[in-house]
Every structure is written in structure tokens, then in C-alpha cells.
């Protein structure tokens, strides 16, 4: 999983509270997604970044704010968020097209 | 639209027989597809993908899957398994047509293989 790192793995915050999550690609990658994975439910797409752009915001409420500085870079700002929040959120990277995407070992996030 | 289903929420097989876990997809193209293995609190690891050419795709870790085109299945098969092959497993799917990059997962089904 050296890959593709992300930190923090555990976080627990208040439903008041301003978090960011950070994805980093090792793979010269120039494809990153964000997943969400809660219990019970299909792994569901967030955000999808080609080459730095934006091109697929799978109808993600505005408290979560993805950020893609440079194409070995993510991150997903969370504010004001609700406790069904609360989930194992994936990065993934992959070169752009049908190929193979590479996950890192997610954040466990926990919403109070 | 794209989907793929995965039939079994759970899959128990005895330690040294073979294991089938089963995914079936709807494209509008051709497809391509994906398994992935996930252990408890780990990311994602991918397994093996089908594009074109042979229908047997052989994998890491020994599985196998099969692609049938009539039959819209991609089912992952592993000739003798292991107690540590016990994981979630999920199958993906991309539309050849679709101009973005994302794949449809499955719900996932959990394999069990007991000692």
C-alpha cells in the first residue's frame, strides 16, 4: 500500500468541526477518485480527477470539498458534517482510461 | 446505465476445494471488468481484469475468472482455496464507451473458507 498513502487513518470530529483528508499517489498516476464506504452499502464514487480537472461529482452534498493541487495530490475538506457520515473513505488513483485503480488503505471517519 | 451485480452476500467453502464467486454486468458497449480483494481495515487490492483476448484472465494469489459474453458474467474461481483467501471481494465494471474513467462496483460478497 505504498502507493498510494492517505492520512489521517482514524478521525473523529464534531459535526461543528473543519477536517481535511489528504491522498498522495507514489504511481505517476494521472487519475485520482475519492470513494465512500459504509457498512452495508455499495462502494460509492465521490469525486473523479483527470489530470488535475474535476470530471465527475457523483451528486456529493457541498460539505464535502475535494481539492486537486497538482495530479499526485488530493484532498477532501470536510465541514458542518451529519453522523451517516460517519465511514471508510478510499483514495484511488489509476492513469487516465479503463485501467486499474489503486487504493489506499482509507480514512476511518467518525462523525459525532 | 452500467451496473453489476453480486448475487451471494457470503460465499463458505472448506479449505482445499475450489471457489466460485459470482458477478454478473449490464453495458451498453463492451466492458470492461475488474475484482478486487478487500482484507478487514486495509484498502482495496486489486486481483485481475478483463479487456480483451482470452476469456480465462488469470490473476494474483491463484484466482482465476472467466468472462462470458452470452451469459454477461465475469465469475472469479480459484481452484483450491485458502483460509487467508477469507475476504470481501468486489467486482467492477467500465463501459468502453463512457468517456470518464470511474468504475461501477458491486456490493460485494464475503468469502469465508474455514480450516
Known amino acids: 500500500e505504498t502507493g498510494v498513502t492517505q492520512t489521517p487513518r482514524h478521525l473523529v470530529m464534531g459535526m461543528t468541526n473543519k477536517k481535511s483528508l489528504k491522498c498522495e499517489q507514489h504511481l505517476g498516476h494521472n487519475a485520482m477518485y475519492w470513494y465512500k464506504q459504509s457498512a452495508k452499502k455499495p462502494l460509492e464514487l465521490m469525486f473523479v480527477?483527470?489530470?488535475?480537472?474535476?470530471?465527475e461529482n457523483n451528486s456529493v452534498p457541498s460539505r464535502f470539498s475535494p481539492e486537486c493541487p497538482n495530479s499526485s495530490h488530493l484532498f477532501l475538506h470536510l465541514h458542518t458534517l451529519q453522523p451517516e457520515d460517519s465511514a471508510l473513505y478510499l483514495c484511488?488513483?489509476?492513469?487516465?482510461?479503463?485501467?486499474?485503480?489503486?487504493f489506499g488503505p482509507g480514512t476511518r471517519l467518525t462523525v459525532l | 446505465a452500467q451496473s453489476v451485480a453480486q448475487p451471494e452476500d457470503q460465499v463458505n467453502v472448506a479449505e482445499g476445494n475450489p471457489l466460485t464467486v459470482k458477478c454478473t454486468y449490464s453495458v451498453s458497449g463492451n466492458p470492461y471488468l475488474f475484482w478486487y480483494v478487500q482484507y478487514p481495515n486495509r484498502g482495496l487490492q486489486f486481483l485481475l481484469k478483463?479487456?480483451?483476448?482470452?476469456?480465462l484472465v488469470k490473476g494474483s494469489y491463484g484466482f482465476e475468472a472467466e468472462f462470458n459474453k452470452s451469459q454477461t458474467s465475469f465469475h472469479l474461481k480459484k481452484p483450491s482455496a485458502l483460509v487467508s483467501d477469507s475476504a470481501l471481494y468486489f467486482c467492477?465494471?467500465?463501459?468502453?464507451?463512457?468517456?470518464?474513467?470511474?468504475?461501477?462496483f458491486g456490493k460485494g460478497t464475503t468469502l469465508s473458507v474455514s480450516s
Open positions: 467492477a465494471v467500465r463501459d468502453i464507451g463512457q468517456a470518464g474513467t470511474a468504475l461501477i
Open positions: 478483463y479487456i480483451t483476448g482470452d476469456n
Open positions: 480527477y483527470n489530470f488535475k480537472e474535476q470530471t
Open positions: 484511488a488513483s489509476s492513469q487516465a482510461g479503463p485501467y486499474e485503480q489503486f
